[in-house]
Each structure stands twice: as C-alpha cells, then as structure tokens.
C-alpha cells in the first residue's frame, strides 16, 4: 500500500503546503501528536508503534534491534520494515496512515552497526583541510545507513569547540567558524546530496541534521551541557556562523542544543528558536530535540513542557517516558495550552520533510524495497574503506621531526603501546556503544585494520621486520627505529569533560623514555579527541604526530609514517603550550597555532619545551584512567564475567544504562533469582563503600550483602526504602570487617534495582552502615 494514497497527477497539482492542509485536516488531536514523538528502540514495541503512530524514533548510543546493541545489519532492516509497517497499518474511517522514519547517530559512518566503514572524526577530518573527502565520506556514510533502512542520520555536528575541556570537542571540525561551515556544508552534501540535483534526498541519499543550535561548543569550562553567556550578537558571530550554510545547503534537520543561552534552556528558547533560526535564517525543516533536553527547560518534566513545542522545537526526542508525554500534550491541546495552529505548525513539517524524502506518498515503499537495502556487501566496502584510508593520511599532523620521518619500510621497526593494535581506542566514542570501551576488541570490527596492522602490512611488503610490544619490554635484536602509539581512551559527552589539558597517563612517556635510553629513534603516534599538553613527550620523542581519532583504516597513519603520501594535515585547533586550560582560539597562549604542520621534508626546531605542569604534581585522578567509566575504580562482575562500566548481562544479571540527572548517567540492574553481583576497587582502594541507589518495589524474596565471609541480610532496609526515591548504602569497616574485599549482592527472587553511584571513599571513624 502506498501510504497517504493519491495518484502523481493529483498530487503534482498541488503545493507542498497544499498537500500538507489536506493531510492534516484528516488527522486527529491524537495522531497529530504521534507526530512529535520520538521513542527509543528499546522502550516501545511494533504493537505500540501501531497504536500510538510515532512520527520518528531512534537508536540511542547503547541500543541496537531486539535488545542486541551488537546485532547484524539484517536485524536492524528487519526492525525498520517492522516499524514501517506498524505505522502504515490501515486507520478507521478517513485517517490518513504516515509512515515513521528511523533516526541514528552515525556521526563518523554508520557505526552502531557491526561491519562498518569507521571514518575520523570531525576534529581529524578539520585538520584535512578538505570539503571534497568530507563529502565523500557523507556519501559513503548514507549508502552504509539505507543498507539498513535506516531513513535519517543526527549529523553533522557544526559546533565550534572554543574550550578543549569539553568532552564532545572531538565532534567539532575546528575553533574556526568558517572551517566548520565550510566541512559542515560538506558532510551534509554528502548525506543529502546537493540542493537542486536530480539525486537530492534520493537514492543514497539520507535525512541530515545540522546540531546543536546553538553555542554547545562554547560554554563556560567546556562544561557539556552548561551555560553559554554573553551578547547574542556576538555569539552569533562565533556559534551560528555554520546554520545558514547548512539551511542554503538545503538541510532538512536541526537539532537543538542541551545548553543554555544566558542562562535559557535552548529547548524552551523561543527568541533563537523561532525568532533567529525560522525567521531570520529561513529555515524550513524541522527542529528535533535532543535526548529528553526538554525536560530541562525551567517548568518542565521530561513528562510536561509544552513551552518546549511553544518555543519552537517540532520532535520531542523522549527516549522512555514517552506515554505520559503523549497524553500530557493531547489534554494541553484540548485544554488550549497549546494552539491547533502551533501543532498543526509542527507536525506540517515533520510531513513536509518525509515527503521530500520520498518516505510518503507516491512510490514510497518499506525500507526493504528502497535502493541500496538488504546489500550487506556494501557495509564497510573497499571503495568506503578506501575513501576512509586517505581522510586519515590527510588527518595525520606531523608537529615534530627531527629527520626520523619518513621511516624506511624495509627496517626494522618496533611497534609499541597498548593503543597500536586497538581499533576500539583509535574509533574513540560513539563507536558500536555510545562510549566506545575496552570491552570492543578487534573481532567487533570485520574487515577493520589497526593501525599495527597497517604498518606491519608496509614493512613487511618492503622485506621489513615488524615486533609488536604492547609492554614495556624491547625485544630482542636490533631494531631500526620504534613508533609508540598511545592516548587518550574512548570516551562521549560529558563523560570526556575535564579541568585542564594535562595528559597524565604516563605509559606513552615511560615507553618513548626507555626506547631513547637504548638509542633507538623514537615516533610518537597520539591519540585524542582534542590538543592536549604534551611538552613532555614532544621533548622526548624524535617525531610527534597528532593522529586524532582515526576510525578503523588504521593504514592511512602508516601511508604517512612510511612517506607513502605526503604530510598535508594542518591544525584546524589551537595546540595549548600551558597545561591549565584556559582556552586557546588563536596565536595567544598556543604551542601551535592553527593552521601548523610539518610536510615529511621539514624540521622542526629541537629547544626543549617546559615540562612543569602543577595539575601533574598532584598526581593522577582516578576518573582520568576511567575516561568514559560512569563508576571510576570500581569493577562489576556477574557469574564469574566483568560488567564493563556496569552495563551488560552475565549470570543472571542484566544491567542497562537509565537517565536520572543526564543521559545514562545510571544503570537499573535486573536480578534473575538466585543471581548475585560483585563490586569492588579497582588497584589500591580504601575506606566505605557508597552507593546511591533507587528501589521500586519492595524485594519479594531475601536479599543479602556479603563481604567476605560476612554476610548481611538486608532484605528489611531495602523494603523500607522501596518508593521513597534515591537513597544511599554506606557499607563501612566499622560494622562489615573485611571490607578490603569486595562486595557481593545477592538476591534470591527477582529484584530490579537502579543505581546512580558507586565509589569508595574515607569515612569518619564510627560511621554506621546504612543499607
């Protein structure tokens, strides 16, 4: 069936506005509403789909079909032909039926799903100084989405990152405005095709969206999702010089920004939403929130915020909760707190965009039966891969050689570092989870290549010799020279927020330390989502590249380290030459201004750089180590298996990320019966354990805390805090002995239990347990 059925004659005879009017003068309060709606995957069914008539939902970071974030690309096709169908489902009486559209976050390829093509990152694609690449990777990135008929991507990101303490700078093409929309306009290009042509929106074609309008990259101390102040003119200059591009470029998205305007929630701000972004920049697509920021506007509930759609937003992204939100909106429309003129406003284009898109009316068909589906083939295809490999070499900037580059592919080479053979570290976040981690290992990336594996692969062609040492330890026999690959972990959002730029993770400076000890020739390979202080290991490495994140063609670092191609990549951020933070967005304060690299042919000056750095003196923090861990130093086990970040199902157990404050910022755990979970200090732990937690319902069975060989019932504390809101469990010494161990949580009959926090820290002598 052809969903809204009307023949090409009678709809070529009408506008667009025309159309829409006919549509919605057939819809009720109720399915208008459907409209604005956007679920996760993983909270409604096909059944609620069919019921409810969702306008779009989505994919979060951690969420895959049928509750299997790893699942093949055939399994994420199946969902959306069965989502598809849902909505399409014949209505009672005139109703028009509309279809829903799928949207993801594949911001550097399609890479929620196994097996494909894992580009840089935004920050890594700014320093190639190349729209063309750029747009190259958009077309890539569309064809590997329609393979799993997926209809819409949240990309690209247009943020102008102005303090490198932010932890989402990575998603920023540069400090520079114009880069950004220059770059911006490119991706975009290259997911939508060009406005105008023939294949616009078309086949290979998805569903863009420019984010965060605006100002998410500069606020105060890079805080994600904090304050942005100052005169809206001048913020305009900096932060909303990329939407005008994108909206002539033809852009049928945007998504507001989770930060504040002087002090505004953007979701609820009416001025910038529909005053700057509908009438004085032209936009005429829809605007999308982001994951439930509605629900942070002054008034609101992730529930209740009708000043939300008021202000301007058209899709309220409400991951969970969106059952009540619905029934909230239909009795504000009813009741006159929200216009029929403003809803009908919204929902007009949310049909104006899925008609563009050829998702309704004439020709439109199941994901399916749309180009490019079910071509599993072309997932991670050479051709993308190819296109992938070159964005990194033109990544790639050299900051320092002393005339160690280019290495000669038939030596001898030593390849070192935990990082070097790990795909997961050089994709960094928003890579097959949201936070990317140490629990993806290489078999999670088929047709990959590390970037060991890419230098082993030149050396060894060459009649080279290649030794991988992920250790401190040299091997034996000679070696010509040594590149040690090392950096940042993977990490996403405010997660990846810090307080200076130190780099205190020691195990790149310690290996470059020890290979110059024994006179071998050293090449530093560094791997981050931002420029960092790195004065001590530029002093001490021969050579120095700024390698980004480069995804999963770890061969285009090589094509640069063995001179395969020339050194083009060129700073697109500020290097910082002091370690504290204070932002840097120009030749003041910057080790390397924006716009420096080294070609292979140029030295670099030798002087010694200073290595003090107060931040550093005070030793390591433990949420350093953990980047990207919500619960820093503590393990979880289940059955015997670890529960990396405490996510995850093992031995009775399930564990998934919740929102309590911000996105995923907790975890409710599902106890099968008889099911028991481990927490415990990672390394050198002491004092009480602290764990806030949150409990629905009262146990139905008996439920213990064991310490050793100690075990605690505590069945009854748990029963009285059932329904009272978070609570917190302080296990202590004083009254559990042998607390230097871990502790276990064991329930006989099921139990779900949500937990928000969980740290060690020293208490005061006498501190009572409280369970």
Known sequence: MAPVAASAEATATLTEDQMVAA????????????????????????????????????????????GDEFAPASEWLRLADEMYEASTRPLPGDEPVIPTIWGTDAVHGHTNVIGATIFPHNIGLGATGDPEIVRQIGAATATEIEITGIDWNFSPTVAIARDDRWGRTYESYSEDPQIVARMGKALLEGLQGEKGSDDFLGRGRVIATAKHFFGDGGTDQGIDTGDVNG????????????????????????????????GR???????????????????????????????????????????????????????DEWKDLIENLVAQVEDGTIPMERLDEAVGRILKVKMRAGIMGPGAVKPSLRPNAGEYDKLGMAAHRAVAREAVAKSQVILKNNGVLPLKADANILVAGKAADSIQQAAGGWTLTWQGGSELTNDYFPGATSIYRGIADEVEAAGGSVVLSEGADLPSGSVDAAIVVFGEEPYAEFYGDRKNLAFPDTEGLELIGKLKAANIPVVAVFL????LWMNRE??????????????????????????????????????????????????????????????????????????SCGYLAQGPSAAWYEAGRLYPGITAN???????????????????????????????????????????????????????????????????????????????????????GWREMIVSADCVPGLEDSITITSDAPLVLQIGRVAREEMPDGTECSF
């Not at 003119?233 to 930060?259: C, R, W």
């Not at 061969?555 to 204070?582: H, M, N, Q, Y």
Request: aromatic share 6%; proline share 5%; hydrophobic share 40%.
């Open 231 to 262: 005169d809206i003119d001048e913020l305009k200059t900096i932060h909303a010089v990329p939407y005008p591009v994108a909206i002539d470029a033809g852009v049928q998205s945007v998504m507001a920004s989770f930060n504040s305007i002087n």
């Open 265 to 319: 929630k953007m979701h609820g701000n009416k001025d910038l939403l529909t005053g700057v972004l509908r009438e004085e920049m032209g936009f005429d697509g829809l605007v999308v929130g982001d994951w439930n920021g509605h629900g942070q506007v002054k008034g609101c509930t992730v529930t209740d915020c009708p000043q939300a759609l008021l202000a301007g937003l058209d899709i309220y992204m409400v991951p």
């Open 638 to 724: 289940a059955g015997g298996t670890d529960l990396p970040n405490l996510r995850g199902e093992a031995g009775g157990i399930v564990s998934r990320g919740i929102d309590r404050e911000r996105q995923e910022d907790a975890r409710e755990i599902t106890f099968g019966p008889g099911a028991s979970l481990t927490l415990a200090q990672d390394g050198a732990g002491s004092g009480a354990y602290r764990i806030l937690y949150n409990i629905a319902n009262q146990p139905a069975g008996k439920v213990t805390l064991a310490v050793g060989d100690d075990v605690v019932d505590i069945t009854r504390n748990l029963a009285l805090s059932a329904g009272k």
């Open 23 to 66: 549509i919605l003068a057939r819809m009720s309060v109720e399915r208008k509403v459907g409209q604005l709606i956007q679920p996760q995957i993983n909270s409604f069914t096909a059944a609620d789909m069919e019921r409810y008539r969702f306008g779009s939902y989505l994919n979060g970071g951690n969420g895959g079909p049928y």
């Open 528 to 531: 981050s989502g931002r420029p």
């Open 538 to 611: 530029l002093n001490a490495a021969d050579g120095f590249v700024a390698s980004w994140l480069p995804g999963s063609e770890g061969a285009g670092v090589s094509d640069i380290l063995f001179g395969k191609r020339e050194a083009t990549g060129r700073l697109s951020f500020s290097w910082p030459a002091e370690c504290g933070g204070t932002p840097v967005n120009g030749a003041a304060g910057a080790l390397f201004p924006r716009g420096y690299g080294l070609s292979l042919a140029e030295r670099s000056a030798t002087a010694m750089l200073d290595e």
